[in-house]
């Protein structure tokens, strides 16, 4: 009986927890499709009744979104990627070498990530508008790995960490390089840990607003998250349907990286770091 | 205005002033002939003038496409690019670029960026990168690059017979717009480039209903006309507020957006008609008399008459109770008046247009500015001299861009498609208080201090003398950190 009412109580949490976290994704998603009368309809209309593909129209053929979208892309696809390759060898470093300074240089990295990132926009501008880096997609990709390094480290060190030493001890007796520890022991184990971190990498990037508002300039370095606050005005009615539609174009990455590699997901939660 | 963008924005201000005040500032350099010097119009005097051909507008065929003849395509192979915030504006500058482009023969690349952040963003490249050769931006900011020298004088270009066009017409700017919009400190900053004054929206169709005016009448004792003072106004909101008067055909009889980044209006659109003013020359506040109490308590009692939620109400929910017929009165930018004429409107063809009760309304307004730091002064001044020309006017009237020159608002085809014109043109006359007081760097932060204080006293908190007192003695202290004030 006990058992059952624990049961009622989290599956009644959950919905809770599920009602407010899908709300918003139904609510932006019936909006995209909703013509501009329903939308500012009071009462609300909970469930779209009629349906319009106008407001995805709006977003390709006036605001130039195809073009946005691929930066975006091409943006967090290049961090995501110089990033898991930068961490995956440095969490390794962190987590198996045992060398003078290492806790200064773990410690260092993790309060790096302590600092707001509004504090660096100003140095990323001198040094930028130095090198001509500024509205340079190339740029964007540069800061991006840079704000990510920290946590990427981080959670790398934590699935090292998981590892039984007995398994490089092996690798060792079988006369492994330290490299190939690293190559054909400790990568493939650590699959679910890349596919984690790649994620929350990818989507830190997808998301950036600050730094590509201070960094670019022209219309054809432009990102989504730009993109689609550009479509508030001042003294005009907010275009609600193009925006609701806009952003979900924006969602689709980020939920079929998601639903694809939920698998690693799960396991990478259980194995690293992350689970707390 | 300025404080109606999302706060998000003001995030990164604190690191666009520590930015401004380490790095190189207002450097004025001129690398082009420039202003005195010969132009490359005058080098090329003898060309023949490039044709562009201009479209028709509102069934206005536009002529001046070539800037009276002194574009030839001259610039050919150089580029300026003008910085602006995204949406009507950029749409606007880019239709006119592309016709400069062919007249001038140079590239024009317009940069936008979002509401929230645009003013940042453009401060801190004035400052440091130096990308921009224009910029088009709220007269206040532009007052305060001038003050900061990051804007420079138009005057020199204009006198530079070689350079302008004959048919530049300053004298046809409407004359308060070039005054309070483009001067600064004597000198000729910018080019008015949009205007916008509050306008007073009412119902037409209610205020001229034979039974309305007869109840009104048989109430107050008096005829139930537009009105055209505060004391007319109030009569007039309590008269149509439902919850008054059952028999009125609408819910509210005053209603304006007031959430707390635009309550002030309410107090400022009363402000100069009782014969205050914001700001003095001197930059010292000149509201807290009789005339900053009597305008801030109209206000407290004008809102009686208003929703409940009047606080809380910006742009959308303001526009849409009015669209949706339960307001009789309204206080509003133009741009309401898509809203209200639009096919989704229930007040189509119902809606009445007048200058705000009191005769004194509060005006916003753009204005296009160069950069001090231009490699292409002469080629930028002829961009924003064409930019604003009678005719390119016309272009941008389709991105909600009103005409900033009277001779456009005399034209019969624009007076009979935008019928809200004559109102326009006569708020635009008759304002005296910036919607942002025009104090260069703390624009802002005032707009904040006069929320602050007037959402108080309109919800009740807070007295009216003690408001006035209280934003007196926090104006003094933010413009004195300036060190602009006049001793």
């Not at chain 2, 530079?160 to 001067?183: H, Q």
């Amino acid at each position: 009986m006990k058992r059952h009412v624990n049961r009622l109580i989290v599956a009644a949490f959950l919905s809770v927890f599920t009602f407010f976290f899908m709300f918003p994704i139904y609510w932006t998603l019936t909006t995209s499709i909703k013509p501009k009368e329903a939308i500012i309809k009071l009462p609300p209309e909970w469930f779209p009744v009629h349906f319009t593909l106008t407001n995805y129209a709006d977003v390709f053929t006036q605001n130039h979104l195809l073009r946005i979208f691929f930066n975006s892309l091409f943006v967090a696809s290049a961090t995501t990627v110089i990033t898991v390759a930068i961490t995956a060898l440095g969490g390794y470093g962190f987590s198996r070498f045992r060398f003078r300074g290492r806790s200064f240089w773990v410690y260092t990295t993790i309060i790096v990530r302590m600092i707001p990132g509004l504090l660096f926009i100003i140095p990323y501008y001198v040094m930028f508008q130095k090198v001509g880096l500024l509205d340079k997609l190339s740029g964007l990709v540069i800061v991006n790995v840079t704000a990510a390094l920290p946590l990427a480290i981080y959670l790398f060190m934590g699935f090292y960490n998981e590892m039984p030493s007995e398994i490089f001890e092996s690798a060792t007796m079988d006369g492994c390089s330290e490299y190939g520890k690293f190559a054909k022991v400790a990568l493939p184990l650590v699959t679910p840990g890349i596919v984690v971190t790649s994620i929350l990498v990818f989507i830190g990037a997808w998301n950036e607003f600050s730094l590509s508002l201070i960094l670019t300039f022209s219309d054809d370095k432009k990102l989504l998250p730009l993109a689609i606050s550009s479509l508030i005005e001042v003294q005009k009615d907010t275009p609600l349907g193009t925006i609701a539609a806009a952003g979900t174009i924006a969602m689709i990455p980020t939920v079929i990286l998601s639903l694809t590699t939920q698998k690693y997901i799960v396991e990478g939660f259980t194995a690293g770091a992350v689970k707390g | 205005m300025v404080n109606m963008m999302n706060r998000r924005g003001l995030m990164l201000l604190g690191s666009v002033i520590i930015a401004g005040s380490v790095m190189s500032g207002c450097a004025s350099s001129k690398n082009e002939a420039g202003a005195g010097g010969k132009t490359n119009s005058s080098n090329e005097a003898a060309s023949p003038a490039v044709k562009v051909e201009g479209p028709e507008v509102y069934g206005i065929k536009l002529t001046d496409m070539d800037a009276g003849g002194t574009l030839k395509g001259q610039y050919k192979g150089k580029k300026i690019v003008v910085a602006t915030m995204a949406g009507d504006t950029e749409k606007a500058l880019k239709d006119a670029a592309g016709y400069f482009q062919k007249a001038s023969g140079a590239t024009v690349e317009v940069q936008s960026f979002p509401a929230e952040s645009y003013m940042e963003k453009i401060q801190l490249d004035l400052q440091t990168n130096k990308s921009f050769d224009a910029v088009v931006m709220p007269v206040a900011l532009i007052h305060g690059f001038a003050e900061g020298g990051l804007v420079q004088d138009l005057k020199p270009y204009i006198n530079n017979k070689d350079l302008v066009s004959p048919n530049l017409a300053l004298d046809d700017f409407i004359p308060s717009l070039l005054d309070i919009y483009g001067n600064y400190k004597g000198k000729l900053v910018a080019f008015p480039y949009k205007p916008d004054s509050q306008i007073f929206f009412y119902r037409k169709d209610i205020f001229e209903d034979p039974k309305m005016k007869e109840s009104f009448k048989a109430k107050t004792g008096k005829e139930l006309t537009v009105p055209q003072t505060p004391e007319e106004m109030l009569a007039a909101a309590k008269f149509f507020t439902k919850s008054l008067n059952p028999d009125s055909p609408v819910t509210y009889g005053y209603s304006t957006m007031a959430d707390n980044t635009a309550s002030r209006w309410i107090w400022t659109n009363r402000l100069a008609a009782f014969g205050g003013k914001d700001i003095d020359k001197d930059f010292k506040p000149a509201f807290n008399n009789e005339a900053g109490l009597k305008a801030l308590q109209f206000a407290v009692d004008l809102s009686k008459y208003a929703p409940k939620e009047l606080l809380t109400l910006h742009w959308d929910e303001a526009n849409t109770l009015f669209t949706n017929g339960e307001v009789a009165m309204m206080e509003q930018w133009p741009g309401l008046m898509q809203a209200a004429e639009s096919d989704k409107s229930k007040v189509k063809g119902k809606v009445g247009y007048a200058v705000t009760p009191g005769g004194a309304p509060t005006m916003g307004g753009w204005s296009a500015a160069m950069s001090s730091a231009t490699k292409n002064p002469e080629l930028t001044y002829k961009f924003l001299e064409y930019v604003t020309s009678k005719d390119l006017e016309v272009l941008k009237i389709k991105n909600n861009m009103d005409p900033t020159r009277t001779s456009n608002y005399m034209r019969p085809e624009l007076k009979k498609q935008f019928p809200m014109y004559p109102t326009l043109l006569d708020s635009l006359t008759k304002g005296k208080i910036l919607a942002d007081p025009d104090v260069p760097f703390v624009s802002p932060k005032l707009d904040d201090i006069m929320e602050l204080n007037i959402q108080s006293v309109l919800r009740g908190e807070l007295q009216p003398q003690k408001a006035l007192d209280s934003m007196e003695k926090s104006f003094n202290e933010v413009i004195a950190s300036t060190g602009i004030m006049k001793q």
